[in-house]
C-alpha cells in the first residue's frame, strides 16, 4: 500500500470516528454545512487537523507524561487523548472549520473514549498491508 493510500484510510478512519463522537455526544458539535457534501469536507477537514495533531504533539505530551501512564497503568492515555481532542477543538475554531468540544472533562474524555473505540474497530477490519 502506498503512503499516500495509508494517509487517506487514516483520514477516512479519523473522519468516521470523529463524526460518531458528534453524533454520541451531545457536547461535541460540528457546524452542519448548507449540504451534506459541505458537511462531509468539513468532517474530513477536522480529521485532518486531528491526524497532523496526533501525529506532531500526542508523541512529546507521551514522552513527557510516561511516569503518569505507567502510574495509571496506561489510563492517563485516555487523557491525553481527550486533549488532543481538544486541541483539535481549538485549532478548528481557529481555521474556520467549525468543530467544538463543548466541556473537557465528560466531552473530551467521553469524545476520546468514543473516538478510540472506532478507530479500534475500523483499523481491525481494514487490510494492513505493512511487511
Known amino acids: 500500500m502506498t503512503t ?12 468516521v470516528a470523529l463524526w460518531v463522537a458528534g453524533a454520541l455526544i451531545a457536547g461535541i458539535d460540528f457546524a452542519r ?7 462531509v469536507v468539513g468532517v474530513v477537514l477536522v480529521a485532518l487537523v486531528f491526524g497532523l495533531v496526533n ?14 501512564i505507567w502510574l495509571s497503568l496506561g489510563l492517563f492515555t485516555l487523557v491525553i487523548n481527550a486533549l488532543m481532542l481538544e486541541l483539535t477543538s481549538y ?19 467521553l469524545g476520546a473514549l468514543v473516538v478510540s473505540v472506532v478507530s479500534m474497530l475500523l ?7 505493512r511487511r
Not at 499516500?4 to 479519523?14: A, D, H, Q, S, Y
Not at 483499523?123 to 498491508?129: E, F, I
Open 4 to 15: 499516500l493510500v495509508r494517509i487517506g484510510l487514516k483520514t477516512g478512519v479519523n473522519a
Open 33 to 39: 454545512g448548507s449540504s451534506a457534501t459541505g458537511t
Open 55 to 68: 501525529a506532531a504533539v500526542k508523541p512529546v505530551v507521551k514522552f513527557f507524561s510516561l511516569p503518569l
Open 91 to 109: 485549532l478548528s475554531g481557529q481555521l474556520g472549520l467549525g468543530f467544538h468540544v463543548q466541556s473537557f472533562f465528560w466531552d473530551a474524555v
Open 123 to 129: 483499523n481491525a477490519v481494514l487490510p494492513d498491508d
